[in-house]
């Protein structure tokens, strides 16, 4: 068993910053990737970003490619979001997921992932 507990969301105005962490405990030495998904009012969750639980390669969501960077500290059991130049439409509740299964598969589909956090709210207003 993996719990993700997720923190660092809040109200922003547009063109600002918020960082995003998320905190993994229990079988952490089990963990093969971490992503971040949102979802927004009336929406399905769709994809943010990705980072292997080792490696450098990142994955992200074209509309988020050079505002948002997603990293690790391993040491720290810790997955952050760095989200700047924030847009309205970034509106959502952000959740942070893990991958403990071994194998392959799509990093950017909801079903890859074993574990949830309860996600945290992100607001931008204009």
């Known amino acids: 068993q993996v719990q993700l507990v997720e923190s660092g969301g809040g109200l922003v105005q547009a063109g600002g910053s918020v960082r995003l962490s998320c905190a993994a405990s229990?079988?952490?030495?089990?963990?093969?990737?971490m992503g971040w998904f949102r979802q927004a009012p009336g929406k399905e969750r769709e994809f943010v970003a990705a980072i292997p639980w080792s490696g450098t390669t990142t994955y992200s969501k074209d509309s988020v490619k050079g505002r948002f960077t997603i990293s690790r500290d391993n040491a720290k059991n810790t997955v952050s979001l760095e989200m700047n130049s924030l847009k309205p439409e970034d509106t959502a509740v952000y959740y942070c997921?893990?991958?403990?299964?071994?194998?392959?598969?799509?990093?950017?589909?909801?079903?890859?992932?074993?574990?949830w956090g309860q996600g945290t709210q992100v607001t931008v207003s204009s």
């Open positions: 997921a893990a991958r403990v299964e071994p194998g392959g598969g799509i990093v950017t589909r909801f079903i890859f992932y074993d574990y």
């Open positions: 229990g079988r952490t030495d089990s963990i093969r990737f």
